[in-house]
């Protein structure tokens, strides 16, 4: 089969690749329909996660149809369109047992502080991901869901990660009726954030980003007040005055490891590998937030250690909040969103990507160019 | 007023709100937000039927973080370890848990030394690494690259050449060694 393959930073090609095989009688094996590249495989692409190998291939956000089931497999056959979330779970361990898909302890034997997610290095457990034509999907009874008939397949990809995601960020902020919400980010998780936190009440819902076309994005989708912050000198005073010096009751940091913002920080995170994760957006939400107030956390970091202002955030009596998404657990009420129209993921595509191409998708993507806010890959036998 | 109890009004109240936002407050209420409370006991959700899922066969000895009581019953057989980033990975897995820096800056250093060796090893095989495809560069021109980028306020592209610095150096440094070689074997030869 084809598919995407890491050859080190900032570098990839497609192969042909030998196609997955049954290796657990929960498996099956999808042929992929459609794939996206999330902001998070940037953080793989610029070889910033430890353990990300070459021959690996990426991609956790996808969709197909069932091409082949394990024995024990009961809920799904060949041929079913399925959506996959972009967490591997058992759903019977400590942590699944009590909705916490993304932290299952049966499905990552490379490290106990994430889950497994597919195609996300061996840090996150070792799975080929499905940039690719065809997909080994374990606990095929747990994660994969029908996709329901009347869904588009643009938005049933963009609810494997992205806006679910999004969605789970806003919920973590524990918003009330007529709160200010900040988002950091305008990207596809911060964009569906912000749409989000309206749903959950807020009275104001600002973003913040520095590229002007997902600026305007954040207003025609998510209906929300932006600032860039490159034309403010001070985006945390900017943030207060805007507040009635209050600061905002939620703040989500929907950038995560390659924030800009602090040339020193992104250099020594991104280009140089020293911390986990450029933490730009998180300190400006630690310092725009009210006193008292919410920090969501939906950016992805190294695990590596990063330079947090802690002291801030436990000075103003913070609580802050984070998680990898457990993604199938937002999916029934997600699904209503979707269908009354509340939320519009497939708005969010900018860019449709044939597999063949998809290093210049990663390029474009990675450089922001041409308005570029979230790309699709297309199998060639899609 | 922050400075004194009150809270500072908001601007649209929410009944506007409601009017101009599709779906303002269909979550307002807790209980229809699916994330709330974080942890919901559910023994057995969707199709989960086991107690402890049957175990995948090992097919080699798998590398498993120290803190992992035993290999978990199902992991990811993408790309065994081996050679020189094998060797070093499998010893950041063996000797140092999660909880040490040593951990992950041999398992960074690995994938270095992976990245190197392969593309190496691409030259004695039938698709030699190419950086012009396999960084997508050409995107440059099919997407835009300089518009893009021109007359925007936009914070990346202080940092952005660098990428081409951290990309390109390696192969101009290569071909400058290669350059180097050549002259040094060749008037070697001529003398003779």
Redesign the interface.
């Known amino acids: 089969m084809r598919a995407m393959v890491y050859?080190?930073?900032?570098?990839?090609?497609v192969?042909d690749k030998r196609r997955p095989v049954i290796?657990?009688?929960?498996d099956a094996i999808v042929k992929v329909t459609r794939a996206a590249i999330c902001g998070s495989d940037l953080h793989l692409y610029h070889?910033m996660m430890?353990?990300?190998?070459?021959?690996?291939?990426f991609g956790h956000e996808f969709i197909g149809v069932v091409d082949e089931v394990g024995p024990?497999v009961?809920?799904l056959q060949p041929g079913d369109r399925v959506m996959v979330p972009f967490n591997?779970f058992?759903?019977?361990c400590y942590f699944?047992?009590?909705?916490?898909y993304a932290n299952c302890?049966?499905?990552?034997?490379?490290?106990?502080?994430v889950g497994?997610i597919y195609g996300y290095s061996?840090?996150c457990?070792?799975?080929?991901g499905g940039q690719a034509e065809y997909v080994r999907v374990?606990?095929a009874?747990?994660?994969p869901e029908l996709i329901p008939d009347w869904m588009d397949d643009e938005d049933a990809v963009l609810l494997t990660d992205a806006v679910a995601t999004g969605y789970?960020g806003a919920?973590?902020g524990?918003i009330v009726?007529?709160d200010v919400v900040v988002v950091f980010g305008a990207g596809p998780v911060g964009l569906s954030a912000a749409a989000?936190a309206?749903?959950?009440?807020a009275?104001?819902v600002i973003v913040i980003d520095?590229?002007?076309y997902r600026l305007a994005k954040a207003r025609s989708f998510a209906?929300a007040e932006t600032y860039?912050?490159?034309?403010h000198a001070d985006i945390v005073v900017l943030m207060k005055k805007l507040?009635?010096?209050?600061g905002a009751d939620v703040a989500i940091d929907a950038v995560g490891a390659e924030a800009?913002?602090n040339?020193l920080q992104?250099?020594t995170s991104?280009?140089l590998?020293l911390q986990g994760g450029s933490p730009i957006a998180l300190n400006w939400a630690i310092d725009s937030v009210r006193k008292g107030g919410t920090v969501s956390v939906m950016g992805a970091y190294?695990?590596?250690?990063s330079a947090v202002k802690f002291g801030d955030a436990m000075n103003k009596g913070l609580t802050l909040r984070m998680?990898q998404c457990?993604v199938?657990?937002?999916w029934?009420?997600?699904f209503e969103?979707v269908r009354?129209?509340?939320?519009k993921p497939r708005e969010l595509v900018t860019h449709r990507i044939p597999l063949e191409?998809?290093?210049?998708?990663?390029?474009?993507f990675s450089?922001?160019?041409?308005?570029?806010i979230k790309p699709l890959i297309v199998p060639s036998a899609a | 007023m922050t400075y004194t109890q009150q809270r500072p009004p908001m601007a649209e109240s929410s009944d506007e709100l409601r009017a101009r936002i599709p779906g303002w407050g269909a979550d307002l209420n807790p209980r229809h937000r699916p994330a709330v409370p974080m942890e919901r006991l559910d023994p057995h959700p969707y199709g989960a039927v086991w107690d402890f899922p049957e175990r995948q066969p090992e097919k080699w000895p798998r590398e498993r973080s120290n803190e992992h009581a035993f290999l978990t019953p199902v992991f990811g057989t993408s790309c065994p370890p081996h050679g020189a980033a094998g060797a070093i990975r499998k010893l950041a897995y063996r000797r140092y848990s999660e909880g040490r820096a040593a951990h992950w800056l041999l398992l960074m250093a690995a994938d270095r030394i992976d990245a190197k060796a392969s593309t190496l090893r691409t030259f004695a095989s039938r698709r030699p690494a190419n950086p012009i495809t396999e960084t997508g560069i050409i995107a440059e021109l099919k997407y835009h690259g300089l518009r893009s980028r021109r007359g925007q306020q936009r914070a990346d592209l202080v940092h952005q050449p660098l990428d081409l610095l951290i990309v390109g150096g390696p192969w101009i440094a290569a071909a400058f060694g290669a350059y180097r070689l050549v002259r040094r074997i060749r008037p070697a030869r001529a003398r003779r």
């Open positions: 050859r080190g930073p900032y570098r990839i090609r192969e290796e657990h009688p929960n070889g430890p353990d990300t190998r070459v021959g690996m291939t024990s009961r809920t591997i058992c759903g019977t699944c047992a009590r909705g916490l302890h049966n499905v990552n034997p490379n490290a106990t502080a497994g061996h840090t457990g070792g799975y080929d374990p606990f009874d747990v994660g789970f919920q973590l524990d009726e007529g989000s309206w749903l959950m009440g009275g104001r520095h590229l002007d209906h860039n912050f490159t034309e507040t009635d010096h209050l800009d913002g040339l992104h250099i991104a280009k590998k190294g695990p590596m250690f998680n457990p199938k657990r937002q029934p009420r997600l969103h009354n129209g509340y939320l191409h998809i290093a210049e998708g990663y390029h474009l450089a922001k160019l041409d308005g570029c």
